[in-house]
């Protein structure tokens, strides 16, 4: 079964950076997208960008321009998430999900999802 | 502020039904995009609940339905059971901005 498990809790404090690994089994790494969505306390989810594993191509949420960085290692088919310049406001659960690029982009949905790593940015 | 807007807590006793709504707008939903829906226990990954606004992946009861109507949609639950108690969001993309994909604010579903 499709399997995605991400890197354990991270404390960073404001101004660094933030690496979280998502280490995908159980299929074929290169099959789906990687999308990272985040979530703040008592908010709702965020989109924040998306990684093809076969090519390294990416696209992201206008909001993290300059700040995102999305890389993969198909060798332990695993992909990263780099967020750099760390405000406190970043504080949040990051999850790693799948995405059938092969569906027209208005009707994809994010068809399996890591349990989330919370990121906690503090001075 | 989410794009699709949720009620934060809807709740219902073990064998009534709940709907859950979720409303866009001319550029999301109203648009024709397709509406999903995700549930999420405490602590775990959120999961696929409903696929194009009205269609169930393997392994999930025929008591979760979805419909979608103009800038609207709804997941019902019918049969309620104390294990659905959860998170509930829907999610669906923006013609409009550059992150296209969007969620709703998440709503808790109480089983009383």
């Known amino acids: 079964q499709v399997q995605l498990v991400q890197s354990g809790a991270e404390v960073k404090k404001p101004g660094a950076s933030v690496k979280v690994s998502c280490k995908a089994s159980?299929?074929?790494?290169?099959?789906?997208?990687i999308n990272w969505v985040r979530q703040v306390t008592g908010q709702g989810l965020e989109w924040m960008g998306w990684m093809n594993p076969n090519t390294g191509n990416s696209g992201f949420a206008a909001k993290f321009q300059g700040r995102i960085t999305m890389t993969r290692d198909t060798s332990i088919a695993t992909a990263y998430l780099d967020l750099s310049s760390l405000r406190p406001e970043d504080t949040a659960v990051y999850y790693c999900?799948?995405?059938?690029?092969?569906?027209?982009?208005?009707?994809?949905?994010?068809?399996?999802w890591g349990q989330g790593t919370l990121v906690t940015v503090s001075s | 502020q989410s794009v699709l807007t949720q009620p934060p807590s809807v709740s219902g006793a073990p064998g009534q039904r709940v709907t859950i709504s979720c409303t866009g707008s001319?550029?999301?939903?109203?648009?024709?995009?397709?509406v999903h829906w995700y549930r999420r226990f405490p602590g775990t990954a959120p999961e696929l609940l409903i696929y194009g606004n009205n269609n169930r992946p393997s392994g999930v009861p025929d008591r979760f339905s979805g419909s979608k109507s103009g800038t609207s949609a709804s997941l019902a639950i019918t049969g309620l059971q104390a294990e659905d108690e959860a998170d509930y969001f829907c999610?669906?993309?923006?013609?409009?901005?550059?992150?296209?994909?969007?969620f709703g604010g998440g709503t808790k579903l109480t089983v009383l």
């Open positions: 159980g299929y074929s790494f290169g099959s789906y997208d």
């Open positions: 001319s550029s999301n939903i109203g648009a024709g995009s397709d």
């Open positions: 999610q669906s993309y923006d013609n409009n901005l550059s992150g296209p994909w969007v």
């Open positions: 999900a799948t995405r059938d690029r092969n569906k027209f982009a208005a009707a994809a949905s994010f068809d399996f």
